[in-house]
């Protein structure tokens, strides 16, 4: 994937110490092996406070939409294949929302129903653009770390890229490499050396031979074959294509296969913030 590959360049080991809540994350460098850092065990209690204060949230946006949608009587003539490509990828986007909505079970998917309502918007403008002859709206891509923070500013940085002497523009990744999108609050918390407001993903690791614990992850630390989420970053990395993640997400492939795999996900050595 385009974009992510400064997050994905190193491999980190996650265990768990064993207590009930082990607080922040902490890097323990080990020379010439992975990283190993301990992670916070899910609280279901505070799990499930987090997924409610996000789906309430969620569902007047969602009616909010399919007022927009339903109240345009938009009706296409022939010839406008454009404007009608983008309108039914708009009703997929808000359907497939509605779906996720239902069936969301945690943070992270909650997050993709946020990102898929915000293409459902997104494409039934430029349909709508199209449609009076006007020029398509400018559109900016959705915030990285947290789909809910809405559109990323138009000058990013990269938190996970440590400066060296020389200090980079803001935006700069790298030779040949696009900034990760990211929201004007991330940008100055990054800038400030401060957390980030990173939507969580629950994962399933091995603590005992024959033990089992559910943890805590940055959502986009999840291998991305076993999620659509980290693998585009909701859509909002270089490369993803919203047609796409709306069809994955109505096939159901918005359910983490790796819940019950032992977690090995890739990030660069450094603390999480």
Known sequence: MHGGGRLRRFWTRYVWDGSADVGRPRPVPVKKQPTTITLRRVDPERW?????????????????????????ELTLRNGEEQA??????????????????????????????????????????????????????????????????????????????????????????????????????????????????ILPAAVSVRVRRRARALVEVPYFMVPHDRSIWAATGFGSLPGSSDAELVRRVMRGEYRQAGKTADLMVRKKTRQLP
């Open 84 to 197: 009608a490509r983008e309108y039914l990828l708009a009703l997929d986007a808000y359907t497939a929302a509605g779906k996720l909505l239902d069936e969301a079970a945690e943070p992270a998917e909650l997050g993709g129903v946020s990102a898929l309502l915000d293409i459902a918007a997104a494409h039934f403008a430029v349909a709508i653009a199209r449609h009076e002859g006007k020029p398509a709206p400018h559109r900016r891509s959705r915030c990285f770390y947290n789909p809910l923070h809405g559109a990323a500013a138009s000058n990013a940085v990269d938190p996970s890229h440590k400066p060296k002497k020389r200090q980079r523009q803001p935006g700069s990744r790298g030779k040949g490499q696009p900034p990760i999108p990211m929201c004007a609050d991330c940008r100055e918390r990054a800038r400030a050396n401060l957390p980030l407001d």
């Open 48 to 72: 499930n406070a987090l997924c409610e204060a996000i789906r309430a949230r969620l569902e007047p946006r969602l009616v909010g939409v399919g007022e927009k949608l339903t109240a345009s």
